[in-house]
């Protein structure tokens, strides 16, 4: 079987969960229906920060789940199943305009 289709069978089992649906919608509340990585709010996904693969014990903890918009969340995915790693240059840009954008919403509401 290969990474991608393992990968995807590990989370499908708490996913369907009615518990999942309930903590699904406290994560969205705690994030403020926001992407933490780019503060996006559509399309919205809450993702296992550490993968229920390999950490099946955190699945239903509230404290390993973060809202991801679908291009971040994809993103993340691609990089955990091997499909391609992060430009570190890149990162560091993105992370910087980021905070610009953050910084300057904060100084207009001043």
């Not at 950490?55 to 903890?61: G, I, N």
Request: proline content about 4%; some cysteine; charged content about 35%.
């Amino acid at each position: 079987m290969n990474r991608r289709r393992e990968y995807q069978r590990h989370s499908a089992r708490v996913i369907r969960s009615r518990r999942w649906k309930a903590l699904r919608m406290q994560a969205l509340d705690r994030d403020d229906w926001q992407c933490v990585q780019c503060g996006e709010r559509r399309r919205l996904e809450v993702d296992h920060i550490e993968p229920v693969r390999d950490r099946p014990d955190l699945a239903f903890r509230l404290s390993n789940l973060q809202c991801l918009c679908g291009r971040c969340h994809s993103r993340k995915t691609r990089i955990e199943v091997g499909m391609g790693q992060p430009n570190p240059a890149r990162e560091a840009w993105k992370s910087l305009l980021r905070d610009m954008q953050r910084n300057q919403s904060s100084n207009i509401g001043e």
